[in-house]
Nanobody, 122 residues
Framework: DVQLQASGGGLVQAGGSLRLSCATSGFTFDDYAIGWVRQAPGKEREGLSCIDTRDGTLFYKDSVQGRFTISSDNAKNTVYLQMNSLKPEDTAVYYC???????????????WGQGTQVTVSS
């Protein structure tokens, strides 16, 4: 059974930081790219970042480049998202997801986890 469990969300003031974790199981971790996707109320899901677990290549959406950092601990089958300089517009449910290849769009994600809520106050 494939599982991706996002955690680490919470309430933070603008300018603050959070570190999200995505613990995975039920699939070969380094056969998949793992990404972070968020969805704010009333908006479509937005891909933020992805890591190729085989070679460590990192991908970011321009809007979070320099603020968010994705990383992985392959021994723990876990991916992290360090979020700094948070803004109120970052408020959303954050999901981790897995794709057989580095995804070009959200349709290419094969597995999705339950999201974790991030709320940034102004």
């Amino acid at each position: 059974d494939v599982q991706l469990q996002a955690s680490g969300g919470g309430l933070v003031q603008a300018g603050g930081s959070l570190r999200l974790s995505c613990a995975t199981s039920g699939f070969t971790f380094d056969d998949y790219a793992i990404g972070w996707v968020r969805q704010a109320p009333g908006k479509e899901r937005e891909g933020l970042s992805c890591i190729d677990t085989r070679d460590g290549t990192l991908f970011y959406k321009d809007s979070v480049q320099g603020r968010f950092t994705i990383s992985s601990d392959n021994a723990k089958n876990t991916v992290y998202l360090q979020m700094n300089s948070l803004k109120p517009e970052d408020t959303a449910v954050y999901y981790c997801a897995a794709a057989r290849w580095v995804p070009l769009n959200l349709l290419e994600y094969n597995y999705w986890g339950q999201g974790t809520q991030v709320t940034v106050s102004s």
